[in-house]
């Protein structure tokens, strides 16, 4: 799409240089690439969701909240890719049920004891990964390595993403459903709790996957910039994830591309990219910012 | 007061209630199937609550609602607030087939026959055309009009409707009527809460009147006088945080463990108006 849209008025030599070479010359290139397109089709619809159900914030939180996990892991194993990941997965699972629990047996909301929860999570994850490590690992944590992804990163990375659009198809309707009017939908089955903890699975997942990509701080990114710059164009559902996938890739492109001519991280690139969709789309779009300045456009007879 | 069939629910010396302090009070009565129930009072009577307890979203503090006929998911409830998420974006066309869960559960695609139906029940409610316009975009009649729709597909021998007329204009609330009385045409129970007493006088031949105790159950006639009602003004009364436990003999017990106190038998009769708790 970017690609596109640059070349309209760019001379053949700079497109291929520029916007091909980075990934025909360099093999670090086409793995992040590979890995950029996983996160998109897997943790931006997932973002989509997050979005829609006001869980904006409420990802974030969780990301940092898998931190501890991954930094146990890594404290006990260096930086070995399965013990970061599982023990990723069982810190979010844990934060999540703690968080269910404590909104429903106290009287705080659920925002209250994630941002607890979350906070706690953040401080010791840090705390854990420079017990032993070096600074360079704590970046890694902290921003991921996108350029650097080895084989099981990239499996891992594509696996989840299988799993998330299977998943998502599996629970569509009941999440749908879940997310629109949760009451209607606890009236006339059993699939609420299944569609509420089953995304929030889904969740967590994909936040493993997009830490080892763009870090824990970064990975919510991903998944909530493309999809609310998506929710200012699109009105029905499917197009809003279709197209939150595509700027979600187009921005990992433009962000690798920018990493490398730079010289800059890839990681904040990519996320700035996804920052800069959701600032154009936030002014240009049918709900954005600038139609409400436009004139009235002449109203229709019914 | 209702001879003949068995009735669809039976409701034994039932108190639900909010922590511990009734909203509904020891109320006992038989619902026959293919009723058209009215349920009236003032506001706090546990009108909602009784049809949340009804819908099973309410877990009694004393008594028992027994509905032995019905199959789990074969009661349509319409809250008064509904949780709607009035900017997601589907269609009305989409809300309305959610109606059609029973049939399709969460993976079975719709049929052609099935899509028609659900057209159908827009054009019951009087809204077709908006298939494809999004839920937000609907007024407030409008959308009522759709949740009536779904409502239609859900296709439940037990309906229950909390308000349905509440911040409706007069065409809308004559149309829903309407729809209302071919549902008891079609031999479903209709539970409905209601607050103009002169649509009921019209068009329900049952009358529920709580005021947290029951007042009367019955033909409406009977129940819609002005004794009865005055009665029901008297009874609603503030929750009072210092109330003693309610401690009414009872002859038959059979508690459940963690009732306490406040759970009560059955069999008791309804007559301790005054009685203060």
Redo the contacts between chains.
């Keep these: 799409m970017i690609r596109s849209r640059c070349a309209a008025n760019a001379h053949p030599f700079i497109v291929t240089e520029f916007l091909l070479a980075p990934f025909t010359d360099f093999a670090f290139m086409r793995r992040a690439l590979a890995g950029c397109l996983a996160l998109a089709l897997g943790a931006t619809p997932v973002g989509v969701f997050l979005l ?1 159900r006001r869980m904006s914030l409420m990802g974030d939180a969780m990301s940092h909240a898998i931190l501890p996990g991954a930094a146990l892991g890594y404290l006990a194993f260096g930086l070995s890719l399965g013990a970061m990941t599982i023990g990723g997965i069982v810190a979010g699972i844990v934060v999540v049920l703690a968080a269910g629990l404590v909104t429903r047996a106290s009287v705080l909301k659920e925002d209250a004891s994630l941002a607890a929860f979350y906070l706690l999570s953040l401080a010791a994850g840090v705390m854990i990964v420079s017990l032993r490590g070096r600074n360079l690992d704590l970046l890694h944590v902290l921003f991921g390595s996108v350029l650097a992804l080895d084989d099981g990163s990239l499996l891992l990375i594509a696996s989840i993403a299988s799993v998330t659009l299977f998943c998502l198809a ?2 569509f ?2 999440l ?2 879940e ?6 939908l ?4 059993r ?1 609420s709790p299944v569609a509420h903890y089953g995304f929030l699975m889904l969740v967590v997942l994909n936040l493993v996957s997009g830490f080892h990509a763009l870090g824990t701080l970064m990975a919510v990114g991903i998944m909530i910039l493309p999809s609310a710059a998506a929710r200012l164009w ?4 499917p197009a ?1 994830l279709l197209l939150a996938v595509l700027f979600a890739f187009g921005s990992g492109v433009a962000g690798l591309l920018l990493s490398f001519h730079a010289d800059v991280p890839a990681g904040p690139a990519i996320v700035l990219v996804c920052g800069l969709v959701y600032f154009v789309s936030l002014l240009a779009a049918p709900g954005g910012l600038l139609v409400a300045r436009l004139p009235v456009r002449h109203h229709l007879e019914s | 007061m209702h001879p003949a069939p068995p009735p669809l629910i039976r409701i034994e010396n039932l108190t639900l209630g909010y922590d511990r302090h009734p909203a509904v009070h020891h109320l006992s009565g038989d619902i026959p199937a293919g009723a058209l129930v009215a349920v009236i009072g003032p506001n706090g009577a546990g009108k909602s609550t009784l049809l949340k307890g009804i ?1 099973g ?1 309410l877990r009694p503090i004393g008594g028992r609602i027994l509905m032995p006929g019905l199959l789990p ?1 074969a ?3 319409l ?1 008064q607030r ?4 009035h900017s ?4 009305v066309f ?2 309305v087939a ?1 109606g059609l ?2 049939e399709i ?3 079975g695609g719709l049929s052609r026959q099935q899509r028609q139906r659900v057209r159908e029940a827009l054009a019951a409610v009087g809204m077709s055309g908006f298939e494809a316009r ?2 937000g975009s609907l007024s407030g009649g409008q959308l009522q009009r759709a949740r009536f729709a ?1 409502l239609m597909l ?1 296709d439940a021998p037990l309906i229950l409707l909390d308000e349905p007329f509440a911040a409706i204009d007069s065409r809308t609330v004559d149309d829903l009527v309407q729809l209302i009385l071919g549902w008891h045409r079609e031999g479903r129970t209709v539970l409905t809460v209601v607050h103009d007493f002169e649509q009921v006088r019209r068009h329900f031949p049952t009358c529920l009147l709580l005021s947290r105790e029951p007042v009367a159950f019955g033909p409406t006639a009977q129940v819609l006088t002005p004794e009865m009602l005055a009665r029901a003004r008297r009874l609603s009364e503030a929750f009072d945080e210092d109330a003693p436990e309610c401690h009414i003999e009872q002859p038959a017990q059979a508690l459940p463990p963690d009732a306490g106190p406040h759970a009560h038998g059955h069999a008791h009769h309804h007559e301790h108006g005054s009685h203060r708790h």
């Design positions: 829609l599996v629970l309707r009941p749908v459903m997310c629109f009017d949760p009451a209607f606890r009236g006339i089955s699939w699109a009105r029905g559902l809003l | 819908a979203e998911g009661l349509a409830y809250p509904g949780e709607i998420d997601f974006p589907v269609s989409d809300v959610m869960w029973r559960g969460a993976f999004p839920i779904r859900q």
